[in-house]
């Protein structure tokens, strides 16, 4: 059975982008994987820095992660739209996660694992300004973007109370998606 890693970018307990996610657990099931749902929060990890790395090595939390990402066949990354840009919580756990440590070859973890991308935003755009640099960003950690996207705009109205997206249109968004994510899976 193929396994899905799936993760928001933000913490916040109500946070648009952890219901994108949850939604998208509940797709990837109805699709037939194994997903898994985490909290970026849980994850007790400083901000990167090179003494403190030099110093200190990789954070257990972040080994932890990798271990995660390694045992999953694909993932599916959620962003609200911070400002147009991704959030400083999944950019910081994704720089940790990219660097090599002594004894393991966990730096190169995102090298040729395919993923999909969404984000969600209260505002019209639905968090399409956040997507190209997500897309950037995962690419240069060798991961490998499906086509396409979903964004869902006025997020705040989006969800019915099973937590599934209440627009069908959105839904079928977001199972194409997950249809190719499991589909770029050898």
């Known amino acids: 059975m193929k396994t899905i890693l799936i993760f928001a ?3 916040r307990r109500d946070a648009l982008s952890k219901r994108l996610a949850a939604a998208a657990t509940l797709g990837t099931g ?3 994987a194994k997903p898994t749902l985490i909290d ?3 994850f007790d990890v400083p901000i990167y820095h090179g003494d403190l790395e030099a110093a200190s090595g990789i954070p257990r939390a972040v080994v932890e992660f990798r271990h995660l990402v390694a045992a999953h ?13 991704v959030t400083p919580l999944m950019l910081n756990m994704l720089c940790w996660a990219s660097r090599p440590s002594p ?3 966990f730096g190169a973890v995102f090298a040729g694992k395919p993923v999909a991308l969404m984000a969600s935003s209260p505002g019209r755009l639905g968090g399409v300004r956040a997507i190209p640099r997500l897309r950037d960003m995962v690419a240069e950690l060798g991961m490998l973007p499906v086509p396409g996207f979903v964004t ?12 599934h997206l209440a627009d069908p249109a959105l839904a079928d968004s977001l199972n194409g998606v997950i249809r190719r994510l ?3 899976i050898r």
């Open 30 to 32: 109805a699709a037939g």
């Open 9 to 11: 970018g933000s913490a």
């Open 152 to 163: 869902i705009p006025a997020a705040e109205q989006a969800f019915a109370n099973d937590g």
């Open 73 to 85: 066949h694909g993932m599916i990354l959620v962003t609200p739209e911070y400002n147009g840009f």
């Open 40 to 42: 970026l929060g849980d």
């Open 182 to 184: 499991l589909q770029a």
């Open 103 to 105: 004894g393991d070859d």
